[in-house]
T-cell receptor, first 115, second 114 residues
Framework: DQQVKQNSPSLSVQEGRISILNCDYT??????FLWYKKYPAEGPTFLIS?????DKNEDGRFTVFLNKSAKHLSLHIVPSQPGDSAVYFC??????????????FGTGTRLQVTL | ETGVTQSPTHLIKTRGQQVTLRCSSQ?????VSWYQQALGQGPQFIFQ???????GRGNFPPRFSGLQFPNYSSELNVNALELDDSALYLC?????????????FGNGTRLTVT
């Protein structure tokens, strides 16, 4: 049972345009959400996070939006740059269960930013 | 600040064998967790160690076990290897006291079981 879903395996965007990556979740106990970026032969790198008490969090070119009623979040990258080409993973964690580092990941979206 | 380091980077084992993967946590971090990433999938939580004890486990059988040492480094041991154990194994560290601090991942060990 996939509790975190990224339904688009790949996305291609032109340099300078907006990239929008989507993520849906089913577990109502999730209250903290993160986006990670992964380059080949490297581990995932943390990008941005959002708590369920917020509906938006911004960090430079990256903005994450959370719609709790729809159990949906999205990552916006503006403007997109060629260096953003990577696999992006959405991840979620539940309210404090004592296992703070248990994240549930989606299957990832491969973003390609073209010139 | 030293990041999370894992060794070896690649490993090939035969079905039925045992394997040990190693991880050094980022300095200042007291919690380590291990993830398995199969091809085309997202990372899956195996377990977490804090104060040298396992204190959280995902849906993995007992042949997956671990250790955390006083210097917060860690090992992942897998016994009786199966073909489906072929995957990228990721180690991540964090500070337990900061429940919502993001995990910092190493570059992983690519395990191939033949």
């Amino acid at each position: 049972d996939q509790q975190v879903k990224q339904n688009s395996p790949s996305l291609s965007v032109q340099e300078g345009r907006i990239s929008i990556l989507n993520c849906d979740y089913t577990n109502s106990m999730f209250d903290y959400f993160l986006w990670y970026k992964k380059y080949p032969a490297e581990g995932p790198t943390f990008l941005i996070s959002i708590s369920s008490i917020k509906d938006k969090n911004e960090d430079g070119r990256f903005t994450v939006f959370l719609n709790k009623s729809a159990k949906h979040l999205s990552l916006h990258i503006v403007p997109s740059q060629p260096g953003d080409s990577a696999v992006y993973f959405c991840a979620a964690s539940e309210r404090d269960t004592g296992t703070a580092s248990k994240l549930t990941f989606g299957t990832g979206t491969r973003l390609q930013v073209t010139l | 600040e030293t990041g999370v380091t894992q060794s070896p980077t690649h490993l090939i084992k035969t079905r039925g064998q045992q394997v040990t993967l190693r991880c050094s946590s980022q300095s200042g971090h007291n919690t380590v967790s291990w993830y398995q990433q199969a091809l085309g999938q997202g990372p899956q939580f195996i377990f977490q160690y804090y104060r040298e004890e396992e204190n959280g486990r995902g849906n993995f059988p007992p042949r997956f076990s671990g250790l955390q040492f006083p210097n917060y480094s860690s090992e992942l041991n897998v016994n009786a290897l199966e073909l489906d154990d072929s995957a990228l194994y990721l180690c991540a560290s964090s500070s337990q006291g900061r429940l919502r601090s993001p995990l910092h991942f190493g570059n992983g060990t690519r395990l191939t079981v033949t």
